[in-house]
T-cell receptor
Framework: GESVGLHLPTLSVQEGDNSIINCAYS??????FIWYKQESGKGPQFIID?????DKRQGQRVTVLLNKTVKHLSLQIAATQPGDSAVYFC???????????FGGGTRLMVKP | GAVVSQHPSRVICKSGTSVKIECRSL??????MFWYRQFPKQSLMLMAT?????????EQGVEKDKFLINHASLTLSTLTVTSAHPEDSSFYIC???????????FGPGTRLTVT
C-alpha cells in the first residue's frame, strides 16, 4: 500500500546550524501534511502544517516546504538548538479525512 | 488549550492479565479519538479510531477482541489490552480530534511492559 517515508535516519548537526529533515510521501491524494516532534518517552508535539495548495509555510524558526511534483516534504529548522534534539515525523492526511499516516521518522541530534 | 492526558503513564503487568489505558481530553470535547502503538525506534501505527457512542473502527491486522476500545463520553476513551503477552509491550499513544477535521492532539503516551 502507499506509505509515507518509511525510514529512520539520523541527522547530526552543530548547535547554531540549520537543519533540514526530509520526508517522501507516495499518496498523491494527500492534501494536508504535518510535522511532529517527539521527545523520548513522550507523545508527538505539533510543529507546523501545510496544505497541498501551498508550497511553503513559515513558523517560528521552522519552515516547511512541499514539492508535490516529486512528492517530497521537508522541515527546515533555523539556528538549531540542543532542545531541538528529538525524533521528527511527517504525517499526511488524505482528502481532509480524519486519519493521519505517519512517516518513519528522523532522529535529530544537536551537538553543542 | 487542547490538552490530552493518558493514565497510567507506565504499567507493568503479568502475561495473561488485562490492562486498561485511559485517554482524556481535558479542555475540549472529542467525538473522535485515535489509538496508536509505537515500538522502539519505529513510527506510530494507527490501531483504531474511537467514536463516541459507537463501535471503534480497527485497522487491518489489529484484533478487536484483544484491544477493546470504549468511548463512552466526549472526553474519555479507554483501551483495554486483554490477555496481554510480552509481544504487546509497547508505547501506546492516543490522540483526540479537535473541532477542525485532521487536527489531532496527542496524549503523552503509556508505556506497557508485559512480563
Amino acid at each position: 500500500g502507499e506509505s509515507v517515508g518509511l525510514h529512520l535516519p539520523t541527522l547530526s548537526v552543530q548547535e547554531g546550524d540549520n537543519s533540514i529533515i526530509n520526508c517522501a510521501y507516495s499518496n498523491s491524494a494527500s492534501d494536508y501534511f504535518i510535522w511532529y516532534k517527539q521527545e523520548s518517552g513522550k507523545g508527538p508535539q505539533f510543529i507546523i502544517d501545510i496544505r497541498s495548495n501551498m508550497d511553503k509555510r513559515q513558523g517560528q524558526r521552522v519552515t516547511v516546504l512541499l514539492n508535490k511534483t516529486v512528492k517530497h516534504l521537508s522541515l527546515q529548522i533555523a539556528a538549531t538548538q540542543p532542545g531541538d534534539s528529538a525524533v521528527y515525523f511527517c504525517a499526511e492526511n488524505k482528502n481532509a479525512g480524519n486519519m493521519l499516516t505517519f512517516g518513519g521518522g528522523t532522529r535529530l541530534m544537536v551537538k553543542p | 488549550g487542547a490538552v490530552v492526558s493518558q493514565h497510567p503513564s507506565r504499567v507493568i503487568c503479568k502475561s495473561g492479565t488485562s490492562v486498561k489505558i485511559e485517554c482524556r481530553s481535558l479542555d475540549f470535547q472529542a467525538t473522535t479519538m485515535f489509538w496508536y502503538r509505537q515500538f522502539p525506534k519505529q513510527s506510530l501505527m494507527l490501531m483504531a479510531t474511537s467514536n463516541e457512542g459507537s463501535k471503534a473502527t480497527y485497522e487491518q491486522g489489529v484484533e478487536k477482541d484483544k484491544f477493546l476500545i470504549n468511548h463512552a463520553s466526549l472526553t474519555l476513551s479507554t483501551l483495554t489490552v486483554t490477555s496481554a503477552h510480552p509481544e504487546d509491550s509497547s508505547f501506546y499513544i492516543c490522540s483526540a480530534m479537535g473541532r477542525i477535521a485532521y487536527e489531532q492532539y496527542f496524549g503523552p503516551g503509556t508505556r506497557l511492559t508485559v512480563t
